[in-house]
């Protein structure tokens, strides 16, 4: 199985900062054929099902704000979220979709408002 | 825009059959791959398995002695089974669609099942 490992466990941001997840796959989810990564970030907030944010790595779901941003190649990903808003508590995870079965997810990332 | 809608029991005994059903309205059904999560309350996501009318199906080799994912394109439906619940297999089970670009694309609004004597 592809280990998915996230850093930190949970972070603290002031209203308007940036918040940075980090996402650290055991083997490289990069598919040399097509040049994808085939990593993907959700949202999920209290009581609701996990939310589509980033797929490809990079690439915004419809209807994401800006403000989010994915990046990172190989094993190494990051989850950007600048001018952090009250509306982006949640917690945050990655997932793998290059080695399957299984799809495996980091165990998430909690960000809550300093 | 997708909407799916699962239903199916919430409450089991140990060693019952937990039983789910997702229906899919609006987009193409053909050719997304239809799948399971589940995620104990106030833990991570856990991958069950999919199915894709191209592929097959796959499960996670933690359950897959004990699962089965099936589909009714007929009806723009998919079911969960998972036999001999224990009371570790408690938790939110959502089902999911997409396609190959981002597997988990639209999800359902959960179930909460829980297993007790």
């Known amino acids: 199985d592809v280990v998915m490992t996230q850093s930190p466990d949970s972070l603290a941001v002031s209203l308007g900062d940036r918040a940075t997840i980090n996402c650290k796959s055991s083997q490289s989810v990069l598919h040399n054929g097509n040049n994808m990564n085939y990593l993907a970030w959700f949202q999920q907030k209290p009581g609701q099902p996990p939310k589509l944010l980033i797929y490809?790595?990079?690439i915004r779901e419809s209807g994401v704000p800006d403000r989010f941003s994915g990046s990172g190649s190989g094993t190494d990903f990051t989850l950007t979220i600048n001018r952090l808003q009250a509306e982006d508590v949640a917690v945050y995870y990655c997932?793998?979709?290059?080695?399957?079965?299984?799809?495996?997810f980091g165990g998430g990332t909690k960000v809550e408002i300093k | 825009q997708v909407h799916l809608k699962q239903w199916g029991a919430g409450l089991l005994k140990p060693s019952e059959t937990l039983s789910l059903t997702c229906a899919v309205y609006?987009?193409?059904?053909?050719?997304?791959?239809w799948s399971w999560v589940r995620q104990p309350p106030g833990k991570g996501l856990e991958w069950i398995g999919e199915?894709?009318?191209?592929?097959?199906?796959f499960y996670n080799p933690s359950l897959a002695r004990r699962v089965t994912i099936s589909v009714d394109t007929s009806k723009n439906q998919f079911s969960l089974k998972l036999t001999s619940v224990t009371a570790a297999d408690m938790a939110f089970y959502y089902c999911?669609?997409?396609?190959?670009?981002?597997?988990?694309?639209?999800w359902g609004q959960g179930t909460l099942v829980t297993v007790s004597s």
């Open positions: 999911a669609t997409g396609g190959t670009a981002a597997r988990l694309q639209n």
């Open positions: 490809w790595a990079t």
């Open positions: 199915i894709n009318d191209s592929r097959g199906s």
């Open positions: 997932q793998q979709y290059w080695s399957d079965p299984p799809l495996t």
């Open positions: 609006g987009g193409s059904f053909s050719g997304d791959y």
